[in-house]
C-alpha cells in the first residue's frame, strides 16, 4: 500500500512537472488516434470493410452501420468523433442522417464526411445544406481519406 501511494506522489509530481515546462500538450496529444472513435455508415459491405481496415490501420476505432436508420442506433449508445456516410442507402439516406444528426443539440458538433458516388453540383448542395462537413465523390484513395479526416478533425469546412 505504502508503495502505491509513494508511486502516485512521484507520478503526479513528474506529471506537475511536465505541465511546468510546457510538456502537458505532449502528454495529452500523444496517440490521440487510439482514443478517437468513427463510425462508417454505407450499405456496401465492401466499402464498410475497406473503410475500416485504413481507419484501424490509422489507430481510430471503428464502429460500422449498414444505413442512417442503424447509425442513430449506434449514436444513441456510442460516443464518435467523426462520422463517414455515404448518400445513397435504404431505408434512411446520408441527407436525411445527417439532417438528423445536426438538429440533435447532442450530435450536431460531429463532424460528418460523406463519401459518394454522386457527382451531381445540387446533391453536393443538398448534402451541405444538410450539415455535412466535407463531401468526397468515390472512388477515393487512403491518401485522400486521411487528408481530409485531418483536416475536418482540425478546423472543419466544405471541400
Known amino acids: 500500500m505504502v508503495a502505491i501511494l509513494l508511486f502516485l506522489v512521484i507520478l503526479r509530481a513528474q506529471i506537475f512537472l511536465f505541465a511546468e515546462r510546457g510538456l502537458s500538450s505532449c502528454l495529452i496529444r500523444y496517440n490521440m488516434e487510439a482514443f478517437m472513435q468513427i463510425l462508417v455508415v454505407d450499405d456496401d459491405k465492401t466499402t464498410r470493410r475497406l473503410l475500416s481496415l485504413y481507419l484501424k490501420k490509422w489507430g481510430y476505432k471503428v464502429v460500422t452501420a449498414e444505413n442512417g436508420l442503424d447509425a442513430m442506433e449506434k449514436i444513441g449508445i456510442n460516443d464518435f468523433d467523426l462520422i463517414l456516410s455515404d448518400m445513397n442507402m435504404p431505408y434512411m439516406d446520408g441527407v436525411e442522417f445527417t439532417k438528423g444528426l445536426k438538429n ?20 453536393k448542395k443538398r448534402a451541405i445544406e444538410a450539415g455535412v462537413d466535407e463531401y468526397l465523390v468515390k472512388p477515393v484513395n487512403a491518401d485522400l481519406i486521411s487528408d481530409s479526416i485531418k483536416r475536418v478533425l482540425s478546423s472543419g469546412g466544405v471541400e
Open 104 to 123: 440533435n443539440p447532442i450530435w450536431c458538433n460531429i463532424p460528418v464526411i460523406m463519401i459518394t458516388t454522386e457527382m451531381d453540383e445540387d446533391d
